[in-house]
């Protein structure tokens, strides 16, 4: 919980500052950008992270990243801020609550997709426009394909499951018979 509550209180700040200079969705984007670099190379973590190297030399890898990304100033001094004081290490959950805060005050929602096979041309907009007339939010959807579903859909809109798919019916089927 102290985790989620250090991540809410830096993106908070991040979010008013990124308002202020109107950029709040190319700060999401690079903080993002670099929360997925982070997370998939162990090396920049290392760098970053282990107090062998002098505060100086990382910021030097910092300033390299960050040249390299080509990101906002805003977004420059955040990730500077977070590597001063030690808090670099949560960049991804800061950047997941930062994704959430910006889309709550852009009344966006991000929901996702799941079909057994690719969907009929226009299927996506309609759910799409399904789903924003239930949620009253402009929806964003991703789509995804899992055969593992045999048929149907399976839709999340933040904690929201919406599970149509032939595989639960089958479950559900399965543990009815299994109980009588």
Do not use: C, W
């Not at 799409?128 to 991703?142: C, E, F, H, I, R």
């Amino acid at each position: 919980m102290i985790g989620s509550d250090l991540e809410r209180r830096y993106a908070t700040a991040l979010l008013d500052v990124a308002l202020e200079q109107g950029v709040v969705d190319q700060v999401a984007q690079e903080v993002q950008t670099f929360a997925d670099l982070f997370d998939q190379h162990q090396e920049l973590r290392a760098a970053l992270l282990n107090p062998v190297f002098g505060r100086e030399r990382r910021e030097q890898v910092l300033a390299a990243v960050i040249a390299r990304l080509a990101v906002h100033p805003v977004t420059r001094n955040f990730l500077r801020t977070l590597l001063d004081k030690d808090r670099i290490v949560a960049v991804a959950g800061i950047a997941q609550a930062f994704g959430r805060l910006a889309d709550e005050k852009a009344g966006r929602v991000r929901a996702s997709l799941t079909s057994a096979r690719p969907l009929a041309p226009g299927l996506a907009e309609r759910i799409t426009a399904a789903l924003q007339a239930v949620s009253g939010k402009n929806v964003t959807l991703a789509q995804d394909v899992d055969a593992a579903l045999v048929g149907g859909l399976v839709v999340r809109v933040g904690d929201l499951v919406y599970d149509g798919s032939v595989r639960s019916q089958l479950e559900g089927l399965r543990q009815s018979l299994g109980r009588e």
